[in-house]
C-alpha cells in the first residue's frame, strides 16, 4: 500500500471518528442536558468541527470507492471485479440519487443489493461471520424501511419483527468481533472487553432512554433489547478493538470503526458507503486503500520457511 492511500485510509478513518463523536454523538446529547445553554459557543465549535469532519469523511470514502472500483477493473480476480463492481454501481447510484434522477427507494435496495454481493466477494470463512451477521442486521433494518413502500407494504408486526431481527443479528455481530482477529485477544484487551461491559451495563440500568436515543441516532435500531445485551456487545467490540491496535492489526480496527459509524439503514448514502467499505476492508478487498500486511517469511530452526503476519506481535 502506497504512502498516499495509506495517509487517506486513516484519514477516512479519523474523520469519521471525530464526525460520529463531535457531530452525531456530543451535540445531540449535549442540547438533552440541562443548564448547556450557558456553553452555547462550546456547542457550536463541537458541531463546526464535526461538520467539517463529516465532509473530509465523505471525500475520502468516495475517493476510496473509487480506487477499489479501479482495481476491481484491473485485475482477472473474480471476488475483486465483484468488488469493482460494488463499489462503482453504489458511486453512481448514490449520485444519481442525490441529483434526483432516480428515487431513494432505489437507491436503498441497490445500496442493499451492493452490500450483500461485497460481503459475498470478500467471505473468508470463520473470519466473515460478524460481518455476515452484521450484514443480516443491516437488510432487516433496510426492508422494515423501504419495504413500506412497495405495492404491498409490510404490515406493522412484520416490521416489528424485522426490526427485533436487526436488533438480536447486530448484537450477535458484536459478541462475535473477536472473530475478525488474526490471533485471540491479548490479556489486557480482555481486561478492556469486561471493563466497557460493566460501564454500559452500569449505564443502561441508570438511564435505558439515554441508551435507546444513542443508539436510533448512531446505529439506527431502536434498543428494544435488554442493556446488557449490548452491554456484552460493546464489551466484545472493546476487547477486538484493543487486541487489534496492540498486535498492528489496522484493517480490523479501521472496519470496526467503519462497520460501526455506519450503522444500519438506507437513508443515508454517506454511512451505507462507509458499511460498504468496511465489507470490502474486512473480506480483504480494500484494494490499495485498506489492505492487511503481507505474510513475511521466517525461517525457523529446523530450517523450514513459515509464515508470520507482519506487524502483529
Given at each position: 500500500m502506497g504512502r498516499d492511500h495509506r495517509t487517506l485510509a486513516w484519514l477516512l478513518t479519523l474523520s469519521v471518528v471525530f464526525e460520529l463523536l463531535l457531530l452525531r454523538t456530543a451535540t445531540r446529547t449535549l442540547i438533552h442536558i440541562p443548564g448547556t445553554d450557558r456553553f452555547e459557543t462550546v456547542v457550536r465549535l463541537l458541531a463546526?468541527?464535526?461538520?467539517?469532519?463529516?465532509?473530509?469523511?465523505a471525500l475520502c470514502l468516495v475517493i476510496a470507492l473509487l480506487l477499489v472500483?479501479?482495481?476491481?477493473?484491473?485485475?482477472?480476480?473474480?471476488?475483486r471485479v465483484a468488488a469493482g463492481l460494488a463499489s462503482g454501481t453504489f458511486l453512481v447510484v448514490a449520485a444519481a440519487g442525490r441529483l434526483e434522477v432516480v428515487a431513494w427507494t432505489t437507491v436503498g435496495w441497490v445500496s442493499l443489493a451492493t452490500l450483500v454481493t461485497a460481503a459475498v466477494a470478500g467471505w473468508r470463512g470463520l473470519r466473515s461471520v460478524p460481518v455476515g451477521l452484521f450484514l443480516v442486521g443491516s437488510v432487516?433494518?433496510?426492508?422494515?424501511v423501504l419495504g413500506q413502500t412497495i405495492s404491498t407494504p409490510l404490515a406493522?408486526?412484520?416490521?416489528?419483527?424485522?426490526?427485533?431481527?436487526?436488533?438480536?443479528?447486530?448484537?450477535?455481530?458484536g459478541v462475535t468481533a473477536p472473530l475478525l482477529l488474526?490471533?485471540?485477544?491479548?490479556?489486557?484487551?480482555l481486561y478492556a472487553g469486561v471493563a466497557a461491559t460493566l460501564v454500559v451495563a452500569g449505564s443502561a440500568s441508570s438511564s435505558s432512554s439515554t441508551m435507546s436515543i444513542l443508539l436510533l441516532w448512531n446505529v439506527g435500531v431502536p434498543g428494544w433489547l435488554p442493556g446488557l445485551?449490548?452491554?456484552?456487545?460493546?464489551?466484545?467490540l472493546t476487547a477486538t478493538l484493543w487486541s487489534a491496535v496492540a498486535r498492528g492489526e489496522g484493517v480490523v480496527v479501521a472496519g470496526i470503526i467503519l462497520l460501526v459509524a455506519g450503522g444500519v439503514g438506507t437513508i443515508s448514502t454517506y454511512q451505507t458507503g462507509l458499511v460498504l467499505m468496511a465489507v470490502l476492508t474486512l473480506g480483504g478487498l480494500g484494494g490499495d486503500v485498506f489492505a492487511e500486511p503481507p505474510a513475511a517469511e521466517v525461517?525457523?530452526?529446523?530450517?523450514?520457511t513459515v509464515a508470520s503476519p507482519v506487524g502483529v506481535s
Open positions: 463546526e468541527g464535526g461538520r467539517v469532519s463529516y465532509y473530509v469523511a472500483g479501479r482495481a476491481g477493473i484491473r485485475t482477472p480476480d473474480r471476488r432487516a433494518a433496510g426492508t422494515s406493522g408486526g412484520r416490521i416489528e419483527a424485522l426490526i427485533w431481527v436487526s436488533e438480536i443479528f447486530l448484537v450477535l455481530a488474526r490471533y485471540p485477544p491479548t490479556r489486557a484487551a445485551a449490548y452491554a456484552i456487545a460493546v464489551g466484545a525461517p525457523n530452526p529446523a530450517g523450514v
